[in-house]
C-alpha cells in the first residue's frame, strides 16, 4: 500500500510517500480502505519527529489521526459494522500505533464512527480531532446561551469550529484573527471581530466570560485581563503551569486555566453529527492534496496559514 510515514526519528530526515505492507487486521479489529485524512497540529508532533522519545516509538512510523473511508473487513462477531460501512474517526497515534495516512489502516472498532448519510468523507475527515477539541474546549469554558466569549485564533482548523459550535448554543463570540478573516469570521457567526495583528488585546474594554485560545499563542498576562472575575481560559495545548499554580491563580484572583484536548466519547461525536444534520456545523475545506503531496500539505498546514482545515485525499 501507499502511505505517508517517517523512516527515522533523526528530525533533518523528512518523511516518504512510498509502499508499505498491506496491514493484516486481527479477528477484532477493523480493515478500513481510507479515502480521506485532515491534518492536525498533533500530526506536525509525528511529523517533524518531536514524539520519537516517547515510550513504544517505532519505525516505520505512519503519520495521522483523522480518517475517514470504506470497511474492507469488519470485525469477527460484530453487529456494528459491516464490509462497505462508510466510517470515521481519530486513532490513537502515540505507543506505536500507526498513523491514518496509508491506503489502508486497521483499528479497534472503537475508534470508528458510522459517517452521517450527508456527509462527505472529505468532511467527515475534517471533524475529529478538530471540532471535538473545540466542543471540549467551549465545555471546559462553561459556555452556554449569552455568555461573553473570545475565540482566538478564530478561522483556524479548531477556531472554526469554536465559532460556530457557541453559536449554536447562543454564546456572544468575539473571533481574534487577521483582518482579511474577518468578514469570514463573521459569516461562521461571530458578532465582533478583532485584528490580533493589529489590536492589542489587553486593552479591549469588554472582560469576557471565557476565552478559548485554540491557537494555543496567548499571554498570560493579556487573557487574565480580559477575563471576568469566575472566567475561565482554555488551550488545546498543554498547559505548562502545575496545578498548584493554576489553583493559586484561582484563588487569588478567581480566574479559572484549563486545558482542553480533544474528547472523543460517543456523545461528543453524537453532538457534533446532531449540529451537522441541523446545518449549524460546517467544516471549511479551502486546500485539498492527494497523498503523493503530503509533503506540500503539510508544509502549507504548518506555515501558510491556512482557513479551516487541510485535506489529503487516496
Known amino acids: 500500500m501507499k502511505a505517508y510515514y517517517k523512516s527515522s526519528f533523526n528530525k533533518s530526515v523528512n518523511s516518504i510517500y512510498g509502499d508499505l505492507p498491506d496491514p493484516v487486521a486481527g479477528e477484532k479489529q477493523l480493515l478500513i480502505e481510507v479515502k480521506a485524512v485532515s491534518i492536525n497540529p498533533v500530526d506536525y508532533k509525528i511529523n517533524n519527529a518531536d514524539t520519537r522519545f516517547l515510550p513504544g516509538a517505532k519505525l516505520p512510523k505512519i503519520v495521522g489521526t483523522d480518517f475517514a473511508g470504506i470497511v474492507k473487513k469488519a470485525a469477527e462477531g460484530s453487529f456494528e459494522f459491516k464490509e462497505g460501512d462508510r466510517v470515521y474517526g481519530a486513532v490513537p ?46 465545555r471546559r469554558c462553561g459556555v452556554t446561551k449569552g455568555s461573553r466569549l473570545l475565540i482566538n485564533g478564530a478561522t483556524g482548523g479548531i477556531g472554526h469550529f469554536a465559532i460556530q459550535i457557541a453559536k449554536a448554543k447562543d454564546a456572544f463570540v468575539t473571533a481574534s484573527c487577521s483582518q482579511k478573516n474577518s468578514d469570514l469570521a463573521k459569516e461562521l457567526g461571530a458578532y465582533v471581530t478583532i485584528d490580533y495583528t493589529a489590536a492589542d488585546m489587553a486593552n479591549i474594554a469588554v472582560p469576557f466570560d471565557a476565552i478559548f485560545d485554540a491557537w494555543g499563542q496567548m499571554k498570560y498576562k493579556d487573557y487574565s485581563q480580559l477575563l471576568k472575575k469566575d472566567g475561565t481560559y482554555a488551550s488545546p495545548l498543554i498547559l505548562l503551569a502545575p496545578p498548584f499554580v493554576t489553583n493559586l491563580i484561582w484563588l487569588f484572583i478567581r480566574k479559572k486555566i484549563t486545558s482542553s484536548n480533544m474528547r472523543k466519547r460517543p456523545e461528543d461525536y453524537a453532538e457534533i453529527e446532531k449540529l451537522f444534520r441541523e446545518k449549524k456545523l460546517k467544516p471549511l475545506i479551502e486546500h485539498i492534496f492527494p497523498l503523493e503531496k503530503a509533503a506540500e500539505a503539510f508544509e502549507f498546514a504548518e506555515k501558510g496559514r491556512p482557513r479551516g482545515k487541510v485535506i489529503i485525499t487516496f
Open 93 to 138: 497515534i502515540f505507543l506505536g500505533k500507526p498513523g491514518s495516512m496509508a491506503e489502508l489502516l486497521v483499528t479497534d472498532p472503537k475508534n470508528a464512527r458510522h459517517i452521517p448519510a450527508a456527509m462527505s468523507f472529505e468532511e467527515a475527515a475534517s471533524f475529529p480531532v478538530a471540532a471535538l477539541t473545540a466542543l471540549n474546549g467551549l
